[in-house]
Nanobody, 120 residues
Framework: QVQLVESGGGLVQAGGSLRLSCAASGSFFSVSNMAWHRQTPGKAREPVASITRGGTITYADSAKGRFTISRDNAKNAVFLQMQDLNLEDTGVYYC??????????????WGQGTQVTVSS
């Protein structure tokens, strides 16, 4: 069974930093695009940042200049370094990835989500 396992969320004061991690596990052949999304209170889930296997990166406007996405292809992992966090960054952060299972087709997977809470 293919899973995306996230870690690194928590409580942080405004202006602080957090690093989120997500690793793919299970029987899969390859990982393509990886991304972070978030759902903040009262809003729909939205993309935060994405990175292709080759390293092409896209950021949401809210993340530009404060968040850095990176990945380790050898570990099938993606990271989100967040700094200068503010109250509006509070929410559940989800890892997302396109994986090709052994003998199967490409599919899109979501992690279970990790809570990020920014306090004043």
């Amino acid at each position: 069974q293919v899973q995306l396992v996230e870690s690194g969320g928590g409580l942080v004061q405004a202006g602080g930093s957090l690093r989120l991690s997500c690793a793919a596990s299970g029987s899969f052949f390859s990982v393509s695009n990886m991304a972070w999304h978030r759902q903040t209170p009262g809003k729909a889930r939205e993309p935060v940042a994405s990175i292709t296997r080759g390293g092409t990166i896209t950021y949401a406007d809210s993340a530009k200049g404060r968040f850095t996405i990176s990945r380790d292809n050898a570990k099938n992992a993606v990271f989100l370094q967040m700094q200068d966090l503010n109250l509006e960054d509070t929410g559940v952060y989800y890892c997302n990835a396109d994986l090709k299972a052994v003998g199967g087709a490409w599919q899109n997977y979501w992690g279970q989500g990790t809570q990020v809470t920014v306090s004043s």
